[in-house]
């Protein structure tokens, strides 16, 4: 069953897609900072970016971290997830996740990417089936 207002499956597959598997690359791990800043999840549990910031608002460097993080989680760069039914999921590059993300418009948050591809990782073909509860603020994004 589709999300209320969303009209195709695909148009919610390349929702996800620029949020979730337009990431690659590794090795960029948070943006410095003070460690004792709350809204910041610690112990590599999440990208190391202020969770309530916007999308919108976050610099190349800061998109690159989330991009990267997110690549991390699902296997890096290249990795490819058979959904069945000719289906595959592969996950891009830095540079077109940073680009895909530098031109969203709406009010979508750090937390609310990382919650989404947490909930996603483990099994990306999951979204074709139901779409995780924390996913649907993402979906909303147009």
Sequence with gaps: MLPRG??????????????????GCGGRRGHGGDDDDDDVVQ?????????????????????????????????????????????TVTTKTVPDCVDSMSQMTCDITVGEVEDCTSDLAPDPCAV???????????LQCQ
């Design 43 to 87: 112990g590599g549990t999440g990208s190391g970016l202020p969770r309530g910031d916007a999308i919108v608002d976050l610099g190349p460097t800061e998109l690159e971290d989330l991009c990267a993080w997110s690549a991390d989680l699902q296997g890096g760069e290249g990795s490819t997830h058979d959904c069945g039914g000719g289906l």
């Design 6 to 23: 969303v009209t195709s499956w695909w148009w919610v597959l390349s929702v996800l897609a620029v949020l979730l598997f337009a990431s």
């Design 128 to 138: 074709l089936e139901q779409t995780p509860a924390s996913c649907l603020p993402l």
